[in-house]
């Protein structure tokens, strides 16, 4: 195809959008930026823009889906039908459908499910601009926004993806890397325990890229996991550092 | 045991607590065995709250889990021949039966259980069973638990309700003295505000979403009457 023909690297080793090898894409994140929702999130993570949304525990309706021991995780990835280059029928297709089912996979083992049986938390996702990553990216702020909704969980779900383009593993691949590179691999885990609960491997890799792109990607899980716990702890923090100036002032 | 945090800190779920056996462990964490090691790990973002022998999280976010005894504030979402169903603002929907409303017998062939309390109808309530496999069930027979029929109902964070009560009932006897106005907590996070004027209401509202907004830092209550002394002024 016409892979030998881009060249994914430039002359200094570094990648198009200028960054090292293995170095991630600036991130942000807010929570609790919706008012209606139990538990929500806004990411940023270089191009990607994310905002999730939680509800519940809550009553499940249809009752027939519900588990007499626990409760269920529906979660509901869309991309916005701008988020892509054309643009994209509101409908779920394929990719939605497999993603959603993925992140739920993902954020079951990390949830105290069995707290509220017969009940359901929904998890809504819209990818509101897509640049590659958005699954790592979304889980990221899944965890967030059920931390933020108070939901008993044992960790944060952090992901990032690695891939190999131009023959060199690369930390955190944008959509051109992602979709002219010679694989990715998204990975998301918790990082306090090390439970890996995500794992998906798209290319060509011989074993060492996989054992290399893996101690990659947990390292670069950790830089985001930093963030993720800022960004959780931000609202509280915030109101603390006003209360305190104030306090100062009148002194 | 070592405990790795300090009293009152800022957690978020997964963060070690403790390390070692002997620890007992209050709401909000999980223990989890490491390498034989037993750590305490945090489940929800929250205060650390450390007592002799035990640790453990108070929540600063979370959903109203029912228990056995709470007042609530309801509100009717289906009538039934013989019951209601009451939303509780928690995961589970309340039920209560005509005999915990009525010390009377009550004939559903004569009598519609609309009459007595409507859909949409605002209720103090108790709670008198639950046990997670079934729904919650409600009594309206006791002191003080009737149909609220007039005052403004506001939603806040359930998690935060001790808070706006206060040690011993400080916090909320504090709101009442300044302010004049009535006001009825339930545990579920609904809070119903009655006082003799519109603009004496507000400010119990704004209060009480400062409370919530600021519930994790200490010297709350002191905060709370210098800001109700200054809005006072100038009602």
Request: charged residues 30%; proline residues 3%; contains cysteine.
């Amino acid at each position: 195809m016409t892979q030998d023909k881009i060249s994914l690297l430039l002359d200094d080793g570094r990648r198009l959008d200028g960054r090292e090898l293995h170095e991630i894409r600036p991130i942000t994140m807010k929570s609790s930026v919706l008012d209606r929702a139990d538990g929500s999130c806004y990411l940023t993570w270089g191009n990607n823009k994310i905002i999730c949304a939680v509800y519940g525990p809550r009553e499940l309706h249809p009752k027939h889906l519900a588990k007499p021991d626990r409760a269920i995780v529906r979660v509901e990835y869309r991309l916005a039908t701008f988020s892509v280059n054309e643009r994209k029928s509101p409908a779920p297709r394929r990719r939605e459908y497999e993603l959603s089912k993925l992140i739920k996979e993902s954020l079951d083992s990390v949830l105290f499910l069995e707290k509220f049986p017969n009940g359901t938390i929904d998890v809504y996702i819209t990818v509101l601009d897509a640049d590659g990553g958005t699954r790592c990216a979304a889980l990221t702020a899944a965890s967030i926004a059920l931390a933020d909704a108070g939901i008993p969980m044992k960790g944060f779900i952090t992901g990032c993806a690695v891939g190999k383009v131009a023959d060199k593993m690369v930390v955190d691949l944008s959509d051109v890397e992602d979709k002219d590179g010679q694989g990715d691999m998204p990975v998301a885990m918790n990082y306090n325990t090390g439970e890996i609960t995500l794992l998906q491997c798209d290319g060509e890799f011989t074993t060492d890229e996989v054992k290399e792109g893996l101690s990659l990607a947990i390292r670069a899980i950790g830089e985001v996991y930093k963030m993720q716990k800022e960004a959780v702890l931000a609202k509280y923090t915030q109101i603390e550092e006003s209360i305190d100036d104030l306090g100062e002032e009148e002194e | 045991m070592t405990i790795l945090v300090d009293k009152n800190q800022l957690v978020v779920p997964g963060e070690v607590l403790a390390r070692g056996s002997g620890v007992d462990v209050a709401g909000g964490v999980y223990r989890k065995k490491i390498n034989g090691e037993t750590e305490i790990i945090a489940s929800m973002i929250g205060l650390v709250k450390i007592r002799q022998d035990s640790v453990g999280v108070v929540p600063l976010e979370g959903c109203y889990i029912p228990l056995e005894g709470d007042i609530i504030i309801g509100k009717i979402v289906r009538v039934g021949l013989t019951s209601w169903n009451v939303d509780i603002r928690g995961p589970y929907v309340g039920a209560l039966r005509v005999n915990s409303v009525l010390d009377r017998d009550f004939d559903s062939l004569r009598e519609s259980l609309e009459q007595v309390l409507n859909y949409g109808d605002v209720i103090k309530a108790q709670i008198t069973y639950f046990d997670r496999t079934r729904d919650p069930v409600l009594t309206m027979l006791g002191r003080g638990l009737r149909k609220l029929t007039h005052g403004r109902l506001i939603d806040v964070d359930p998690v935060k309700i001790p808070r706006i009560i206060g040690k011993k009932g400080s916090m909320i006897q504090l709101l009442k003295n300044m302010t004049n106005a009535q006001i009825i907590v339930g545990q579920n996070g609904r809070i119903v505000v009655s006082a003799n004027s519109v603009e004496k209401e507000n400010l119990v509202i704004s209060a009480i979403r400062k409370i919530e907004a600021e519930a994790h830092t200490s010297g709350l209550t002191d905060r709370i009457r210098e800001y109700l002394e200054e809005k006072n002024k100038k009602l």
